[in-house]
């Protein structure tokens, strides 16, 4: 199974902040890397796929890049809410795997 | 426009079976994967299952192989989890999702709003 990792597990910022969460892969997986949002009691919503692309609907100040083993998500100035876990996943192989989640709290 | 809306979810014994159900709408489900993503209580996202938009192929993870089967019927747009043996490490949230790209495994797109499964005496 291929292994994700993400850093920080949680992350306490300020509104206007730029945030950056890392995700590493345990193999390359090339582009097949999303990210999802998921606010408490919600279900996740996808935010960015393919590594860089903005799913539609979702605001600009998202962001992603990355390719092979090593991806970063960026809000480029957080609003208040923005308050959620992040989640990265792959879907180059079965299982499908998650990252472990990033806490943001402001 | 799309909606996942999971039902069949409750309190179970362990060794008990359950069925959860997916009812979809607002696009063409028989051109789509399915997966089920479950997320225990304050834990993260484990994903479960997918089945293929046909149905011909199924996937498990090793944690409900043997114990889970997916289906899915087309002409009611309705995919089906049914979980047999349950033990206490199966409760969680499990959600219902389709996959992004038609006639293509994919990224999750949308998400149902999940339904609660707990295992317990």
């Known amino acids: 199974d291929i292994q994700m990792t993400q850093s920080p597990s949680s992350l306490s910022a300020s509104v206007g902040d730029r945030v950056t969460i890392a995700c590493q892969a345990s193999q390359d997986i090339s582009i097949y890397l999303n990210w999802y949002q998921q606010k408490p009691g919600k279900a996740p919503k996808l935010l960015i796929y393919d590594a860089s692309n903005l799913e539609t609907g979702v605001p600009s100040r998202f962001s992603g890049s990355g390719s092979g083993t090593d991806f970063t998500f960026t809000i480029i100035s957080l609003q208040p809410e923005d308050i959620a876990t992040y989640y990265c996943?792959?879907?180059?192989?079965?299982?499908?795997?998650f990252g472990q989640g990033t806490r943001l709290e402001i | 426009q799309v909606q996942l809306v999971e039902s069949g979810g409750g309190v179970v014994q362990p060794g008990r079976s359950l069925r959860l159900s997916c009812a979809a709408s607002?696009?063409?489900?028989?051109?789509?994967?399915m997966d089920w993503v479950r997320q225990a209580p304050g834990r993260g996202l484990e994903w479960v299952a997918v089945i293929w938009y046909d149905g011909s192929k199924k996937y498990f993870s090793d944690s409900v192989k043997g114990r889970f089967s997916i289906s899915r019927d087309n002409s009611r747009n309705t995919v089906y989890l049914q979980m047999n043996s349950l033990r206490a490490e199966d409760t969680a949230v499990y959600y219902c999702?389709?996959?992004?790209?038609?006639?293509?495994?994919?990224?999750?797109?949308?998400w149902g709003q999940g339904t609660l499964v707990t295992v317990s005496s």
């Open positions: 999702a389709r996959e992004g790209v038609p006639g293509s495994r994919s990224w999750i797109q949308q």
């Open positions: 607002g696009f063409t489900f028989s051109s789509y994967g």
């Open positions: 996943q792959q879907y180059d192989n079965l299982p499908l795997t």
